[in-house]
């Protein structure tokens, strides 16, 4: 069964009147748009339809927007900064059942990434490209496992013996890609 996804609606009147959680996107039923919101403007702000685009006369200039005000939106929406420790770049090997990493005595990080460095041109990416989106058999975005034991913080990329692919960089296509042409590195953020 399909999923449908339906945004909280509103006449104009009632979105001028509503001001909306911080990222909340509502619809504007007699505009025909929609709104995001801040959590602070009432109103939030509509974002301009396609089709009323060429009849716009106001125009809009990023670099007029104040240092302030995006020092303001950095330190109330971004994380806290983070400790990024990376491994060095290791072969990729499609014919075993992981790949690991041992980074110290760390403790259980935040989160973990794990990317391919291109070594040789495939897939329309070139030598020194770092792929973030990628799969290996029929599973995409891979998140690495992770365990602590007495080697220290383990970083494991499941494998399976099944091979590695990216969508091609410029057609979007799955590209089965060779294990000769590319490296793996863990991103381990605490």
Wanted: charged share 15%; proline share 4%.
């Amino acid at each position: 069964m399909t999923r449908v996804l339906q945004l909280r609606r509103g006449s104009t009147t009632q979105n001028d009147n509503f001001t909306g959680l911080p990222g909340e996107i509502t619809m504007d039923t007699d505009a025909k748009t929609v709104r995001i919101h801040d959590g602070e403007t009432l109103g939030g702000f509509a974002l301009m339809r396609a089709d009323n685009a060429a009849t716009n006369t106001g125009t809009f200039d990023i670099t007029t927007v104040s240092d302030e005000f995006w020092t303001d939106m950095v330190a109330r929406h971004a994380p806290a900064p983070f400790t990024v420790a990376k491994s060095t770049p290791i072969q990729m090997n499609s014919k075993t059942s992981h790949v690991n990493c041992i980074f110290s005595t760390a403790p259980m990080p935040t989160f973990v990434r794990v990317a391919l460095i291109c070594q040789n041109d495939q897939a329309g990416y070139t030598t020194g490209d770092e792929v973030w989106s990628f799969g290996i058999g029929d599973c995409a975005n891979i998140t690495p496992n992770c365990f602590i034991d007495g080697n220290g913080l383990n970083v494991r990329l499941m494998v399976g013996a099944q091979t590695y692919w990216a969508p091609h960089r410029d057609t979007g296509i799955r590209t089965q890609l060779s294990d000769e042409n590319w490296r793996i590195l863990f991103y381990v953020y605490y």
